[in-house]
């Protein structure tokens, strides 16, 4: 599609055009440089210099626990769905967050469809903001390509100094550009800048570890009974950290919650994680994947080997997350070039 | 549907896990629609004697009264709930168990110690069969709530068997450890929606160790923000010193 302009004194306009009718979803600043998504009504309040959030923007299209639908059972076995639902604006969402939620539309487009989800989805607008150099030595970006955009977004804004280059990928984008009256046409100064900067982030952004991306699904595919499973098992705390901040990570459990009266209640979709000990315990006590190491190949087959054969896909997008979140330090990077030395 | 017989007992504790229920607010409203409430020190004077659908028993089992009065308790009532660390691991009085029991009775009660009777403190499923446990210093009310209703309906009610770390993540707190505090979330179990920590507090491990806990890599990690495991070692010990190799 085409691209407008949104100089940074209108910015604080747009916050103000966005909050009027809808949710405004941005990060905001913790302690400890830490930063979260959150709910934000002016400017001042996000953080555009945010790193990668502690929780990953999945949160808002598969929040922690929703409610898929209400029962009771006096009426036989009626059941009513729900999904619960407001206009919200995502701003800032990074590359890599973009990536994510494209792996995520993925899934759950895949048959079984899942309707909550995509119901869900059609009343977000997404507006991402380019990552002009690294965020920290954590992310991974630039080997799967996601430090540059690549669509999943409505509206898409490079900083180029005064203003922001404002990349319109949507109809919806298109009529917010329209209805705000804040962005003004592109110049060929702007172009030209847009182009200088995507030069200079080729030198700044280079891959983070040393293998083509045709070869990490065969780098999986030769490694799974190495020893760097069992050494990563063995520091692992299997607290599930790594998978509750992937932007990918989607698995649930489903619950059913009565009220008092036992008889109506809720279906519950909740977070759930392969890192957990029960996770893959069935009936009879079975657990197939009882060792942490094994639980943690298959978080990483599950990003970079299985989506690729469903989807032609990596589920990594490079955020950095579950390294920055690990207590005990389980690296991406190092595990990456700890196989690729062992299968050297 | 007749409404089930429920008792609320105390063995040795601060009865603050029978206060969390009284200040339920609303909530209570509809619990005391669906039970008989028939016995409970902090809210009722009655003390009937007969037998019992659900009874909820806090605090531990310190000396032979105790043992006695949880073992009349478990034959008159259908159910059986543990609820509050005392009852589920042993709690803060399962520091005892660190010390010679006539060293901490000289100690408390001087040169009366021989008319204390006291023995090696143990949660209540060491004792006698447990049905339900609610884990916590104090329960956490969500979770009683949860419980209440699984034991009404007959079914299971499954603990969470993951660090607090997980729920503490969800509330998107910035790690204790990052800002070089000790805590104990990651090999305590979850259930309590880390409520200490998200009102600025740290874990203190009241609701027990996960299952299969990783010491190993435990220790790995305190090193790595030098931290002694002997302090954590103490610090665990606050609420778990009646843990038995059988309980994990």
Request: overall charge negative; hydrophobic content about 40%.
């Amino acid at each position: 599609m085409s691209g407008v302009l949104l100089y940074k004194s209108e910015l604080c306009g747009l916050i103000h055009f966005l909050v009027a009718d809808q949710t405004v979803i941005a990060p905001v600043p913790l302690t400890h440089g830490q930063f979260k998504f959150a709910a934000v009504t002016t400017l001042e309040e996000i953080a555009l210099d945010a790193i990668p959030t502690l929780l990953p923007p999945k949160k808002y299209f598969l929040p922690p626990q929703e409610s898929l639908l209400q029962y009771d059972t006096t009426q036989g076995e009626k059941m009513q769905a729900e999904v619960a639902i407001e206009e919200t604006v995502l701003f800032g969402l990074h590359t890599c967050d973009l990536a994510g939620i494209q792996c995520l539309d993925m899934v759950f487009a895949d048959r079984p469809k899942d309707l909550h989800y995509m119901i869900r989805k059609q009343h977000f607008t997404l507006i991402g903001l380019e990552c002009n150099d690294y965020c920290d030595s954590s992310a991974n970006c630039a080997m799967l390509f996601n430090h540059l955009p690549k669509g999943g977004y409505d509206l898409f804004l490079t900083d180029l100094g005064d203003y922001y280059f404002v990349d319109i990928n949507t109809h919806k984008g298109d009529l917010l550009v329209e209805k705000s009256g804040l962005f003004v046409p592109v110049t060929p100064a702007a172009q030209d800048n847009l182009q200088k900067l995507r030069q200079i982030k080729t030198k700044r952004f280079k891959s983070e570890i040393p293998i083509r991306y045709q070869d990490i699904k065969p780098l999986f595919e030769a490694s799974f009974e190495s020893n760097v499973w069992t050494d990563i098992g063995a520091k692992c705390l299997a607290c599930g950290n790594c998978t509750n901040a992937c932007p990918t990570c989607y698995c649930f459990d489903i619950v059913d919650e009565p009220e008092f009266d036992l008889t109506r209640g809720k279906r519950l979709r909740i977070w759930d994680s392969c890192q957990h000990e029960n996770f893959a315990r069935i009936a009879g006590g079975e657990n197939f994947r009882k060792e942490r190491g094994d639980r943690q190949r298959h978080r990483y087959n599950r990003k970079f080997h299985y989506p690729m054969e469903r989807y032609k896909q990596i589920f990594c997008t490079g955020c950095g997350r579950c390294s920055r979140t690990c207590m005990a330090r389980i690296d991406l990077k190092e595990t990456f070039n700890a196989l690729i030395e062992e299968c050297r | 549907m007749s409404r089930p017989t429920v008792a609320f007992f105390e063995l040795a504790s601060c009865e603050g896990c029978q206060l969390q229920v009284a200040n339920l607010g609303e909530e209570l409203l509809a619990i005391l629609d669906r039970i008989d409430l028939v016995e409970f020190r902090e809210l009722l004077t009655e003390r009937p004697d007969g037998p019992l659908d659900i009874a909820f028993v806090e605090g531990s089992v310190v000396n032979a009264e105790c043992e006695a009065r949880l073992h009349a308790i478990r034959q008159r009532s259908e159910l059986l709930i543990a609820y509050g660390s005392c009852a589920t691991i042993g709690g803060v009085n399962a520091m005892a168990n660190g010390r010679p029991i006539s060293e901490i009775q000289a100690e408390v009660y001087g040169d009366q110690a021989e008319r204390f009777a006291a023995a090696r403190v143990r949660p209540l499923h060491q004792l006698v069969p447990v049905d339900y446990f609610i884990h916590g210093c104090p329960i956490y009310p969500d979770e009683l709530i949860k419980v209440l209703k699984a034991a009404l309906a007959h079914l299971p009610y499954n603990i969470p068997d993951y660090a607090v770390c997980v729920e503490c993540l969800l509330n998107e707190n910035v790690c204790m450890y990052e800002k070089k505090v000790t805590c104990l979330g990651p090999v305590t179990r979850a259930g309590c929606n880390a409520w200490c920590i998200n009102n600025g507090n740290v874990c203190y491990g009241c609701r027990g160790l996960v299952s299969n806990p990783n010491r190993a890599g435990a220790e790995a990690v305190l090193s790595r923000y030098h931290l002694d495991s002997r302090l954590i070692a103490n610090k665990m010990l606050m609420y778990n010193g009646a843990l038995e190799p059988t309980d994990e």
